[in-house]
């Protein structure tokens, strides 16, 4: 058998043409031509933080379901005639509205978009449909231990911040009715801080014209909403929160991370995924495919607006959770403790350069990357700032990262699981308190 070759250079990152302009309503827009198909990318951004969740969760569901001249279906049959089709959703942050469609049909599309934006009209019976809906996938997400997990956890992170529940009770849900989203968006929905991006085969300059001939009108009331920043995670007992009867438990695993533009950022990304940020990771190799605990553990940076936060998850038998506890403890301690050898880094380095090229390749994915950074103040030339930073990161940055940033005496620790069956081996370990 031939050994495989070894990994050509990685090719610096080539930055499309880029275009933006801030419309005097306060929307900033902007246009990136990648014209491999003769389609456009339609990312419009718009901060909705610290939103009554139950509404906001509905508007996002119903944004497109009707104004007063047209239909939900009219409005799904107008965007098809260019191909196109438009969807919403919210986050804790904003709320995202995504869509595509024949290049030629951009504008079509901006005025159909700019017609819901200042006219979403909110009809009775389609709120109705959408809100039975919405409680049922909410139902739904109740009875499944990976939203349970991740509602404790957050409620663990974040204590009293706005971030600790992100998803809406089904009784709050059920009671929204279509005036109060009318009033939401009216004051929520304004160009103010919005920024749209479109990425395709087309003209920057025109697009910009475009959009302002169509979205320049729109002008919405209302006022900017900001989030405290995110408090700092403080380790402690780990939460136990009882699954009666489960034969797995949902491990999660928390602890302190950087935002993008920090000087730790690129070693801490390496530092994670030699963790468990890939297939190849020691957490991965550990208790996946020497000992066979788990199938999928995972670990990643979440960066919010509000703060980041380092997340290892994984779903374990219920036999093996403190011995799976145990293994995580050792993975992080072994990368605070010891640095990690070159050929390692390097293959960790090359999956991170590697995926800043991907995310890059597609107009679909070049659209999201742009309308994620934008929402952190950022643009597509700090993708080549990172990926130098990241070629540049030492072995001993990379260490000092670990030991900074992933200490198992820094972490926050939730397990969902029947605890008749886990406390005592978790308590054999470290602290426990129930939820």
Do not use: C
């Amino acid at each position: 058998m031939k050994a495989l070759p070894a990994l050509g250079p990685t090719r610096k990152l080539k930055l499309p043409k880029e275009s933006e302009r801030r419309l005097p309503n306060g929307l900033t827009v902007i246009a990136i031509r990648r014209p491999a198909v003769p389609l456009v990318e339609v990312r419009l951004r718009v901060p909705f933080a610290r939103t009554h969740l139950s509404r906001a969760a509905l508007l996002s569901q119903t944004l497109f379901s009707g104004t007063a001249d047209l239909s939900t279906v009219e409005i799904a049959a107008e965007l098809q005639k260019v191909g196109g089709g438009l969807s919403a959703g919210v986050d804790p942050d904003r709320l995202m509205i995504s869509g595509n469609g024949l290049v030629s049909g951009l504008e079509r599309i901006l005025e159909l978009l700019g017609e819901v934006l200042s006219g979403a009209a909110y009809p009775v019976d389609e709120v109705a449909t959408e809100r039975d809906r919405l409680a049922d996938r909410i139902q739904v997400a109740q009875s499944q231990p990976s939203h349970l997990a991740r509602v404790a956890l957050l409620k663990r992170i974040y204590g009293k911040h706005p971030y600790a529940v992100q998803t809406p009770e089904v009784s709050q849900v059920q009671a929204v009715r279509p005036a109060q989203l009318r009033a939401l968006h009216g004051e929520r929905l304004h160009p103010a801080g919005a920024t749209l991006v479109l990425v395709g085969d087309l003209t920057p300059e025109k697009a910009l014209d475009t959009a302002e001939r169509v979205l320049g009108t729109w002008n919405g009331g209302g006022k900017q909403v900001d989030l405290p920043h995110t408090p700092p995670i403080e380790p402690g007992p780990l939460t136990l929160v009882d699954r009666p009867g489960s034969v797995q438990s949902s491990l999660r695993v928390a602890l302190p991370a950087v935002d993008r533009t920090h000087p730790d950022h690129a070693a801490l990304q390496l530092a994670n995924l030699l963790f468990g940020g890939y297939f190849s990771s020691r957490w991965v190799e550990n208790i996946r495919e020497d000992k066979g605990y788990t199938y999928g553990p995972h670990s990643v940076i979440e960066h919010n607006e509000a703060g980041s936060a380092f997340v290892a998850a994984a779903e374990v038998a219920t036999e093996v959770t403190g011995p799976a506890l145990l293994e995580t403890y050792y993975e992080l301690g072994r990368l605070a403790s010891l640095p990690p050898k070159e050929e390692e880094l390097e293959q960790a380095r090359q999956y991170a350069l590697g995926t800043l090229q991907l995310g890059m390749s597609t107009q679909a994915g070049l659209a999201t990357l742009a309308s994620t950074y934008a929402g952190f103040g950022l643009r597509l030339n700090y993708l080549p700032e990172y990926a130098a930073r990241l070629a540049a990161t030492t072995l001993d940055e990379v260490a000092a990262a670990g030991a900074e940033y992933l200490a198992p005496a820094k972490t926050a620790v939730v397990v969902l699981g029947d605890a008749e069956r886990v406390e005592a081996s978790l308590r054999a370990l470290t602290a426990v308190e129930t939820a």
